[in-house]
């Protein structure tokens, strides 16, 4: 069955651009399925970010579309998330997650990004 | 503040059942059969228990259900088991450009 594992650096420096990775197994990111990034700040609740189709089309939370940037390397059966202008409020676990039948089905195990310097 | 409104905590004994709500308006919970609920333990991802108000995903126990009612959505969890305890969001899509919103979680004690 279909797998997503989130991958990159668990800490990055004020101002500066968090990129993550999330890697679909057993299963083509070319399915017809759109592809989310969900986030979730310590003791706190979940918070969409955006999402891609494998076409490229990508829709974005208008709070975080000024500094977020969503990506599909089909080549690779991966897409990837970029955050710019990073403070101590993006620290958080990120997940990768499949959207199916309106609802994320799948989700990735998550990875903690913590901004600090 | 969460786009959905959700009880900060319930608690059931084993064998009861309990009713969680996910209040929205009419552009999401009240507009859409698109409202979704998922089970989280800490420190792990959430799961999928209900999508499309009240559909269970396959290997999802029949213990839970799910309804709406206006502009809030339901999770019923009947029979509680220990196992339940747990934290549960809601999701809906939205006709705003946000897409998609959660409720801030509600956070499930087993007596």
């Known amino acids: 069955q279909v797998q997503l594992q989130e991958s990159g650096p668990g800490l990055v420096k004020p101002s500066g651009t968090l990129s993550l990775t999330c890697a679909v197994s057993g299963g083509s990111i070319s399915s017809s399925n759109w592809w989310s990034w969900v986030r979730q700040p310590p003791g706190k609740g979940l918070e969409w970010i955006g999402e891609?189709?494998?076409?490229?089309?990508?829709n974005y939370n208008p709070s975080l579309k000024s500094r977020v940037t969503i990506s599909v390397d089909k080549s690779k059966n991966q897409f990837s998330l970029k955050l710019s202008s990073v403070t101590a409020a993006d620290t958080a676990v990120y997940y990768c997650?499949?959207?199916?039948?309106?609802?994320?089905?799948?989700w990735g195990q998550g990875t903690m990004v913590t901004v600090s310097s | 503040q969460s786009a959905l409104t959700q009880p900060a905590s319930v608690s059931g004994s084993p064998g009861q059942s309990i009713t969680i709500s996910c209040t929205g308006t009419s552009s999401d919970v009240g507009g859409y059969n698109y409202v979704s609920w998922y089970q989280q333990h800490p420190g792990k991802a959430p799961k999928l228990m209900i999508y499309e108000v009240s559909n269970r995903p396959s290997g999802v126990s029949n213990r839970f259900s799910g309804s709406k009612s206006g502009n809030t959505a339901s999770l019923t969890i009947s029979g509680l088991q220990a196992e339940d305890e747990a934290d549960y969001y809601c999701?809906?899509?939205?006709?705003?450009?946000?897409?998609?919103?959660f409720g801030g979680g509600t956070k499930l004690t087993v007596l």
């Open positions: 999701s809906s899509y939205t006709s705003s450009s946000t897409l998609w919103v």
């Open positions: 997650a499949r959207n199916q039948r309106r609802a994320f089905d799948i």
């Open positions: 891609i189709y494998h076409s490229g089309s990508t």
